[in-house]
């Protein structure tokens, strides 16, 4: 078929991943190299050791290669996370973090962990800062009803952890509350995941 | 997601001298105004037709209903992608290039593969979905608007085969009252499998919204950014006009 299977419910991880690297970060370049224009705009001049921006994928191909250092955006830090976690445990709401944070931190400190400071206590905050909004969006669920469910400051890639859950559970209320077209289209769908 | 375990336990300590110096350095004199770097909050400025597509990628992705081909950009991008293509192979024609010449079409190749595959798996969402709802779409004008030529062609022959092939295997040795592909039996679903409006979506607001009505009667105004779970029927108007983004 057109589209596999796992592919039609959700959008996985990875293609997040893509899609958050197109963001622009700042590096410290090792080689040098001239403006040059891509699809998605001009880049450069590289010229060591001047800072400059590219997007996150290059960023990522040169740190692999050993061609630069990334300079790790202001939120990515063990101060600005230590607040948004004790934010995140005393207030019922979601604290702000960027809408990508997680890809873009995960990109960043797979390769380039020797540029974050202090980068295992960053990643030990990243994972402590995951569980307390998992918990919380967890509690979500008990507000769900047929309409709208506002989720502010949800990141994106948490959107996507409770999607099938949440999907399914608001289309199920959908259902039972519906009107009797409304049912008949709801079981039409159910016949085509079947077949 | 089974891989996030090991996410942040990593472990690896870095010189912060070295860090410090990093962040301090300079940036480059005759830096053109660029939008800024990971911000912490997305600023709303001017989309390039890359981020157009991938906005439209998404939101075919999660939207139950097929939505309005994206032309344009895509056909723009595509003449970009070939114009890439040629300047890329031309300079790995050329024996003389430099290391930093190898540098620059490596970096131009990789992104025309990262242009592709998203207007790829854009163009198979929508393939999915026309091959999903063809009697549909063949019986709806108003949808076929929504397509692109080729996809209209694609649609009409799918139909066709199918009906072809459900009336040699099965149907022509049924009784005549039997035979119909669209039949519309009180209290059953109907035949003819349609897009589910009601399915549920996540809407991301990329400006503040006009209110929409939700289904029990209330109105909803989303400020940008807002974060919203709501039936596809709902939003299906400002996903059309480009106000909101599925995510």
Redesign the interface.
């Known amino acids: 078929m057109a589209l596999p299977q796992p592919l039609r419910v959700s959008i996985t991880p990875t293609e997040l991943e893509l899609i958050a690297s197109e963001q622009l970060v700042d590096v410290v370049p090792l080689i040098t190299m001239e403006k040059t224009a891509f699809i998605s705009g001009a880049y450069g001049p590289l010229r060591p050791p001047n800072k400059c921006r590219i997007p996150l994928w290059m960023a990522v191909n040169l740190k692999l290669k050993k061609k630069c250092h990334i300079v790790p955006p202001d939120w990515l830090t063990v101060e600005f996370l230590q607040d948004r976690l004790s934010e995140e445990t005393s207030e019922p709401e979601f604290s702000r973090l960027p809408f990508r944070f997680a890809e873009i931190a995960r990109a960043i400190l797979d390769v380039a962990s020797d540029d974050v400071q202090n980068a295992e206590k960053v990643r030990s905050l990243l994972k402590d800062l995951r569980e307390a909004r998992q918990s919380k969006s967890r509690d979500g669920l008990s507000q769900i009803d047929n309409s709208e469910l506002s989720l502010p400051n949800l990141c994106l890639m948490e959107i996507n952890e409770i999607r099938p859950y949440f999907v399914k559970a608001m289309n199920v209320f959908t259902q039972l509350k519906g009107q009797p077209e409304a049912i008949n289209k709801d079981a039409a769908h159910e016949d085509d995941n079947d077949a | 997601?089974d891989d996030?375990d090991d996410?942040?336990?990593?472990?690896?300590?870095?010189?912060?001298h070295f860090?410090?110096r990093?962040?301090n350095?300079?940036?480059?004199?005759?830096?053109v105004p660029?939008?800024?770097?990971?911000?912490?909050?997305?600023e709303g400025e001017g989309e390039?037709p890359?981020?157009q597509l991938?906005r439209h990628w998404?939101n075919e992705?999660?939207a139950p209903d097929v939505l309005p081909f994206a032309e344009d950009v895509l056909s723009g991008?595509l003449d970009?992608?070939r114009r890439?293509s040629e300047t890329v192979q031309l300079l790995r024609s050329d024996p003389s290039s430099s290391?930093?010449e190898h540098?620059?079409t490596?970096?131009?190749q990789?992104?025309?593969e990262?242009?592709k595959?998203?207007v790829r798996?854009y163009l198979?969402?929508r393939?999915?979905k026309i091959?999903?709802f063809a009697r549909y779409i063949m019986t709806n004008p108003e949808v076929q608007q929504r397509l692109s030529e080729n996809e209209v062609d694609h649609a009409r022959r799918f139909a066709k085969l199918t009906d072809q092939h459900f009336y040699v295997s099965v149907l022509q040795g049924l009784p005549d009252n039997q035979q119909t592909l669209d039949d519309k039996t009180p209290?059953?679903?109907?035949m003819i499998?349609?897009p589910?409006k009601?399915?549920?979506?996540?809407v991301?607001a990329r400006q503040r919204c006009p209110p929409v009505r939700?289904?029990?009667g209330?109105t909803?105004t989303m400020q940008k950014?807002?974060?919203?779970?709501?039936?596809y029927s709902?939003v299906e108007q400002l996903v059309m006009r480009g106000e909101v983004e599925l995510?």
């Open positions: 997601m996030d996410f942040f336990t990593n472990l690896d300590s870095g010189n912060d860090q410090n990093l962040r350095a300079p940036h480059d004199d005759d830096d660029m939008p800024a770097a990971l911000p912490l909050f997305e390039t890359l981020q991938i998404m992705r999660h991008l970009h992608i890439q290391e930093e540098f620059r490596m970096l131009a990789t992104e025309v990262r242009v595959f998203v798996s198979r969402t393939l999915f091959e999903k209290f059953l679903p109907p499998a349609e589910d009601s399915h549920a979506v996540f991301h939700l289904l029990d209330s909803l950014g807002h974060v919203s779970l709501t039936p709902v995510v």
